[in-house]
Structure formats: C-alpha cells, structure tokens
C-alpha cells in the first residue's frame, strides 16, 4: 500500500475507517499473517514502553 492509498484513508470519516480497520483485523488473523500480527503486537509493547528509535539512529543503522 503506497502513501496515495494512506491519503484516502485519512480522508474517509470516522464511520469508514472503522471498516477499513475492521477488515485489516480480520485479514491479520488469517495464519498468512501470523508472524505479522506477532511483530506489530510486540512493536506496539515496545513503543508503550518508550523503546523506539529516532530519525537519526534508524539512518546511521541504515548506514547511508
């Protein structure tokens, strides 16, 4: 999904985007997104707890 298609999402109302939520939940529960579902749950308790990278350390990682 590219950055056009997150630009109509934020401009659906509040209504449809908890659709469009509704129906990424139910595709994230099918065991092709398994481990994808992991990761953003345990990203989600990392950022709860502060554990989040700055702009500048995710580019020196990337080394560019």
Known sequence: ???Q???VIEKLDKK???KVAYFISL???KKKYSNLLKEI???KAEIKK???FSH???W???DV
């Open 41 to 43: 749950k345990k990203r």
């Open 1 to 3: 999904m590219g950055a």
């Open 16 to 18: 449809d985007k908890e």
């Open 27 to 29: 595709l994230l529960e």
């Open 60 to 62: 020196n990682r990337l």
């Open 50 to 52: 502060g554990q989040v």
């Open 5 to 7: 298609e997150f630009d």
């Open 56 to 58: 500048s350390e995710i």
